[in-house]
């Protein structure tokens, strides 16, 4: 079983759909309710990032099932205009457009695996991973 | 041409409305209206074959199908009924017409695609009207709603009012949360201010930081800002996030924040003296006298 759901994000209030179904989703692997708000957050910045930079991209999730473990996959998709500096978007502080700065490193955090790729022009696709502990 | 081709489908309206029922019984079973009761289903259907030929005989829009679509709505049927059964009443009837004449060329055919379509469509665009404006007026009343119990602020005590936050902050009840916040303490005289985030389900960076700016505002006109109600999961989630909170006082409850409040404004919650102590004591002085 290895399926995605998908949430498409065009409006502020799309963010609350991505991050209600991946409550969901964490809730059904059998995530405690810690590691619920965790992905829920993290979800919450991924989603929002693609709203604020992006305009429009989606969220997916996928169930994963190794032999030994059970984890959520997220992955946030658009074609927006692209990270240039991947390494200074992941210091803590660094914002352009007066937040905190802590979304994406803070998401990293917040996971156990993060991937970012990025084609400045083309758009950026981030994969995060959480582990059923 | 016009007024013949109608004449025939109204007088063989009970043949087209037998074909149209079994039709629309056919594609019953397989998705939404299989939780209706057979009879509900079987006379809705009749009353909607009705509405259909009244409106196809009258030319127009009748208060009929302004009546019947308003019970649908009310009562939740899906649009998809209603577009299904005009669409299979088009295909039926169009079906008859063509089967009715021996010879037809390519302009007749036209011709009655064209009629029927002036028959059916005026309907569908009808009754699609009146459902999409029903839900808009639904998701206009919630957001009324939802602006009402947006970001009330509570006046609990002399100098201290508490703003309780209920729900997903986005950018728009951020902006009244500010605004709410800032008129509140003018308004109430307000010394310390707490904001309770029981109610809200996630806290990332851009809650946070809705939160650090109004905390600095409040801040900026005098008062305290306290922050309440920090959940064990919230706790740990903000310090994933590496949000830093220390420029203003953090409680894990609303409770815990009044008292702070309290010792902030020189005051503190004492219990008052026990009423049988009390009655004992005037005993005892009656009995000295």
Redo the contacts between chains.
């Keep these: 079983m290895n399926f995605q759901t998908c949430v498409n994000i065009q409006k502020?209030?799309d963010i609350?759909g991505a991050?209600q179904l991946g409550r969901d989703r964490a809730k059904e692997i059998g995530f405690g309710?810690?590691d619920?708000?965790?992905i829920?957050?993290a979800i919450?910045?991924l989603a929002?990032n693609i709203y604020l930079y992006a305009g429009t991209g989606k969220i997916c999730f996928e169930m994963m099932n190794d032999i030994n473990q059970k984890g959520l996959l997220v992955i946030a998709t658009d074609n927006g205009p692209g990270i240039k500096d991947i390494s200074q978007v992941m210091e803590?502080g660094y914002t352009t457009s007066g937040?905190?700065?802590?979304?994406l490193?803070?998401v990293k955090?917040?996971m156990d695996e993060f991937d970012i790729i990025s084609d400045p022009g083309k758009g950026t696709e981030i994969r995060a991973i959480k582990w059923v502990r | 041409m016009d007024k013949q081709l109608k004449n025939l489908v109204l007088n063989n309206s009970d043949s087209i409305v037998k074909k149209w029922l079994e039709e629309i019984s056919k594609n019953r079973s397989n998705e939404y209206t299989s939780t209706i009761s057979e009879e509900l289903f079987e006379s809705t259907n009749r009353e909607f074959v009705n509405v259909i030929f009244t409106s196809v005989d009258k030319q127009r829009i009748t208060s009929e199908l302004d009546d019947f679509s308003e019970r649908l709505i009310n009562l939740g049927w899906p649009l998809s009924y209603i577009t299904d059964g005009l669409q299979t009443f088009r295909r039926v009837t169009i079906d008859f017409i063509l089967t009715q004449s021996e010879k037809i060329d390519s302009e007749d055919f036209a011709i009655v695609l064209d009629m029927v379509d002036n028959w059916v469509d005026p309907i569908i665009n009808q009754l699609v009207n009146e459902y999409s404006g029903s839900w808009e007026h639904t998701v206009s009343l919630q957001r009324v709603a939802l602006q009402e119990l947006s970001a009330p602020l509570i006046p609990v005590m002399d100098n201290i009012t508490v703003m309780p936050l209920i729900g997903?902050i986005?950018?728009d009840r951020a902006k009244l949360i500010m605004e709410n916040l800032l008129d509140g303490v003018i308004k109430h005289n307000a010394e310390v201010v707490l904001i309770d985030i029981t109610g809200v389900?996630?806290?990332?960076?851009?809650v946070?930081?809705h939160i650090?700016q109004a905390a600095e505002a409040v801040r900026l006109i005098g008062a305290t800002c306290i922050l309440v109600g920090i959940r064990?999961?919230?706790a740990?989630?903000i310090v994933?996030?590496?949000?830093d909170l220390r420029k203003f006082p953090t409680k894990s409850s609303l409770r815990k924040g009044v008292q702070t409040a309290l010792e902030l404004t020189n005051r503190r919650i004492v219990q008052s003296g026990n009423k049988e102590d009390g009655v004992e004591k005037l005993l005892d002085s009656l009995n000295k006298e």
Excluded: C, F, K, Y
């Design positions: 502020e209030w609350v991050r309710t810690v619920q708000a965790r829920a957050t919450s910045e929002r803590d937040g905190l700065g802590a979304g490193p803070g955090r917040l | 997903t986005d950018t389900p996630v806290v990332d960076t851009m946070a930081h650090i064990p999961e919230i740990q989630t994933n996030l590496g949000i």
